[in-house]
């Protein structure tokens, strides 16, 4: 392990070490510290976030877009502070975490027997809802993480989320949509983020007015299995208790090639996550290149934030 992996490791290590044992009101203040002096740096993942507010906010005046990129960095660091702080939250905590309106259509699903996905962007804390789920309605669920360096680092992830309830599978490897598939056959729950893909096999979708690639898997999944396909937008507010909605399904085309119907739901996908993410950009924590036109250097507008930033597990 180099030098910078076993500093990266640390770091996170020490993080859940420290913060977790903090009072939350502590934990909040720190979160916010860290937060407004990452944001007066104005890094690379601040610029890219500008950036990407920019796509969701048209129009916005240089000082809105600012002042949105700081409500950005508190949330997405309020994100850090509750999953570092997760696991030693009591069971009557994270049941009165999160409160999801239109739960009926996962309940509903998940009754049906027939399998449930659920499909969410990088909003808010999707950590928090998950532990939720297997704590507030003790119903378990399969999800897949991407593969992080130092290894060490991503068995902490998974580590962490097998905690909260999760059954977490390798992204790579080429083994997880077929166990994730099974799972959905037996009438289980998918739970997967589902709003950036940079792959070969991602599928081209208007995002905000413009091109972006999201992942086939979830409209493949409900295509394959006859499981149900719900979005899913989460969000904070003024209170410590996270809010959500659970959307409408995302029904199979009834004509069409595979490749045809696939491209029809992530399309639906996407118009779900864009309500959400509209109604609270600030909660969506999209530090990385994500449209096309950004991802060719030779297309990228000229606009706030042109370097990458980091990802998040």
Same mark, same amino acid.
Request: charged fraction near 25%; charge should be positive; proline fraction near 6%.
């Given at each position: 392990m180099s030098a910078r992996d076993r500093l990266t490791d640390g770091l996170y290590g020490a993080g859940w070490a420290t913060v977790k044992k903090l009072p939350e009101p502590a934990a909040v203040r720190l979160g916010r510290t860290?937060?407004?002096?990452?944001?007066?740096? =104005?890094?690379?993942?601040?610029?890219? %976030?500008?950036?990407?507010? #920019?796509?969701?906010?048209?129009? /916005? +005046?240089?000082?809105?877009?600012?002042?949105?990129?700081r409500a950005g960095m508190r949330s997405y660091l309020?994100?850090?502070?509750?999953?570092?702080?997760?696991?030693?939250?009591s069971t009557e905590r994270i049941k009165g975490g999160f409160a999801p309106k239109d739960l009926h259509h996962l309940t509903d699903g998940m009754d049906a027997g027939k399998g449930v996905i659920l499909a969410l962007p990088h909003l808010a804390?999707?950590?928090?809802?998950?532990?939720?789920?297997?704590?507030?309605?003790?119903?378990?669920?399969?999800?897949?993480?991407?593969?992080?360096?130092?290894?060490?680092?991503?068995?902490?992830?998974?580590?962490y989320r097998e905690g909260l309830g999760m059954e977490v599978l390798p992204h790579s490897?080429?083994?997880?949509?077929?166990?994730?598939? =099974?799972?959905?056959?037996?009438?289980? %729950?998918?739970?997967?983020? #589902?709003?950036?893909?940079?792959? /070969? +096999?991602?599928?081209?979708v208007d995002f905000f007015g413009e091109t972006a690639r999201m992942p086939a898997g979830p409209a493949l999944l409900a295509q394959q299995t006859g499981?149900?396909?719900?979005?899913?937008?989460?969000?904070?507010?003024d209170s410590p208790?996270?809010?959500?909605?659970?959307?409408?399904?995302?029904?199979?085309?009834?004509?069409?090639?595979?490749?045809?119907?696939?491209?029809?739901?992530?399309?639906?996908?996407a118009d779900a996550f864009a309500t959400g993410i509209a109604d609270h950009p600030e909660d969506w924590h999209m530090l990385q290149r994500l449209w096309l036109k950004d991802l060719d250097p030779a297309k990228a507008p000229e606009s706030p934030g042109a370097a990458d930033g980091q990802g998040t597990p």
């Open positions: 860290v937060a407004d002096v990452a944001w007066k740096r =104005r890094g690379t993942g601040v610029r890219r %976030l500008e950036g990407n507010y #920019a796509r969701v906010v048209p129009g /916005a +005046s240089p000082e809105r877009l600012a002042a949105l990129s309020r994100y850090w502070m509750e999953s570092f702080r997760l696991p030693a939250w804390n999707w950590d928090l809802a998950g532990a939720w789920v297997t704590t507030k309605l003790g119903i378990p669920f399969t999800t897949v993480a991407e593969r992080l360096k130092p290894e060490t680092l991503y068995d902490r992830f998974v580590a490897g080429g083994t997880a949509f077929g166990t994730l598939a =099974r799972r959905l056959r037996d009438g289980g %729950l998918v739970c997967l983020v #589902a709003d950036r893909d940079l792959s /070969a +096999s991602g599928v081209e499981a149900l396909l719900l979005p899913v937008t989460l969000w904070y507010d208790v996270m809010q959500g909605r659970v959307h409408p399904p995302v029904e199979v085309p009834e004509s069409g090639t595979r490749a045809e119907k696939t491209s029809v739901m992530t399309q639906a996908l």
